[in-house]
């Protein structure tokens, strides 16, 4: 493999996901050159990106494209991190083809995610590699499918996969916010407004403890997309909030912002109305992604106090240095499904050293929990096909 040199710009690398990715990138490769572009920073930035050796450089990507062109000549690879995805689009991406940059980023909107793959024929005529939506949900989330439909000989189609993730209010931002309003409004095709609540097809799910069983709802995510273009699976997806009644809240405001109510008013609104956690009450995070062919299933899940930031940013990172240290990949757009499961997760172990509690068990034709496989068992039966 030939590791490409020239420094790694981390683009929104002055928010709390840049900063947990830079600190990641510098754990697993020491003397790598990192540039923070983000178009503005505060003084508790700018200490972090000090210590992690990182140099920041104030641009309004938006604004300012010639210059971001710029800054992205001889970068070995930018891993893009600025949000929300539907409002910035291809910006990024169009700026890397054009100065023949290799691209990351970690898109979680299904209208930008299409916006970003129409990009496909300008990256190959330009040699440049762009794998996009390469964060937690997606990313992991669409590899760990992958992972499910080799196991169970599913690998050419013919395979379904119900993905279900919940999120706790403590971690809401107002960026986080924004993207929400909108996979409310994106998560029916054609839709320009958020539906009905039970169009959304709500449904009990059950998590790990902690967490239990909890409402979720559909989402305009991208995994049922690309899953479906990369892998012929069928998906669907659905997330939640734990804070009780916080869901709906959350989708009563989107409506009022259909009918008006600007997204800062409906912000103050949530504010006010967001449970204040106790350190001595940890809030989780779960997951649980049921993937089938025919009668057989196998049922990824996690219940974890990681946040965020750091669940984000260790797949991104991970596969930001696969990338530069030469992971044979063709040019173009690519989604997470065009990675190899197994060469990520041993990626990934140099970059985090885990923690995030995922276990995975068979399921009968009933939907009936059965015994627990091993990931290792799963990877070596990859391996042996």
């Keep these: 493999m030939t590791v490409r040199t020239g420094p790694i710009i981390v683009a929104g690398g ?16 020491p003397n790598v050159e990192i540039i923070a572009v983000d178009r503005g920073y505060s003084p508790a930035a700018l200490n972090r990106l000090c210590e992690l050796g990182a140099t920041p450089s104030k641009l ?6 010639e210059r971001l062109h710029d800054v992205l000549l001889g970068a070995s690879i930018v891993v893009n991190l600025a949000g929300p995805f539907f409002a910035l689009g291809t910006t990024v991406l169009d700026a890397a083809i054009k100065a023949r940059t290799p691209y990351l980023d970690i898109c979680d909107d299904v209208d930008a995610t299409a916006q970003l793959l129409e990009r496909d024929a300008d990256a190959v005529d330009a040699g440049v590699t762009a794998i996009i939506g390469m964060g937690s949900a997606p990313g992991t989330t669409n590899l760990l499918v992958k992972l499910a439909l080799g196991y169970l000989g599913a690998e050419n ?5 119900d993905i279900s993730w919940c999120a706790p209010g403590g971690t809401l931002t107002y960026g986080i916010f924004q993207h929400l309003v909108h996979c409310y409004r994106t998560a029916l095709p054609g839709r320009e407004r958020v539906p009905e609540w039970d169009e959304l097809q709500p449904r009990i799910v059950a998590f790990p403890d902690p967490i239990g069983e909890l409402e979720v709802v559909r989402l305009g995510h991208p995994e049922p997309l690309t899953l479906e273009r990369h892998l012929g699976c069928e998906a669907t997806l659905r997330g939640g909030m734990t804070g009780d009644g916080l869901q709906y809240f959350c989708w009563e405001l989107a409506r009022a912002c259909d009918d008006g109510l600007s997204i800062d008013e409906a912000w103050n609104r949530l504010c006010l109305a967001l449970p204040q956690s106790s350190p ?18 196998v049922r990824f899940e996690s219940a974890t106090t990681i946040s965020m930031e750091q669940s984000t940013a260790v797949p991104a990172a991970t596969v930001a240095l696969m ?3 030469g992971e044979r990949l063709a040019p173009g757009v690519w989604p997470p499904e065009v990675l190899d499961p197994a060469s990520f997760f041993s990626a990934a172990s140099r970059v985090s050293p885990g923690g995030g509690g995922l276990s995975c068990v068979s399921l009968n034709n009933n939907g009936e929990r059965g015994e627990r496989i091993p990931l290792r068992m799963m990877f070596a039966k990859k391996e042996a096909s």
């Design 60 to 65: 309004d990507l938006l604004a300012e494209p």
């Design 14 to 29: 002055g928010g709390a996901q840049g900063i947990e990715c830079i600190a990641y990138l510098r754990s697993a490769e």
């Design 280 to 297: 001595d009450a940890p809030e989780y995070s779960g997951m649980a992604i049921d993937v089938w062919h025919g009668a057989r299933g």
């Design 157 to 161: 189609g013919k395979g379904r996969a």
């Design 323 to 325: 990338m530069r240290d």
